[in-house]
């Protein structure tokens, strides 16, 4: 049996070996929730603009792309 083909069904039989979410994000290389820097990337956004200003802007910005090709 070639190396791939071992490899290959090796990767199929860990598919359905079922984990617990530590052992799950450990292996994707997750760690736990930082609020603080969630709160940083919402920062990009005037607090006094509504989500309705929000979804228009982003709605003109995607028309203006498609625009230019």
Do not use: C, H
Request: hydrophobic content about 35%; cysteine-free; overall charge negative.
């Amino acid at each position: 049996m070639a190396k791939q083909e071992i490899e290959s069904s090796k990767n199929a039989d860990d598919f359905y070996t079922v984990l617990d979410v530590e052992t799950l994000a450990k292996q994707q290389g997750v760690g736990p929730f930082n609020f603080a820097v969630a709160r940083q990337l919402g920062k990009f956004w005037p607090e006094d603009e509504s989500i309705d200003e929000f979804i228009a802007t982003v709605r003109q910005w995607r028309d203006e792309e498609g625009e230019e090709e």
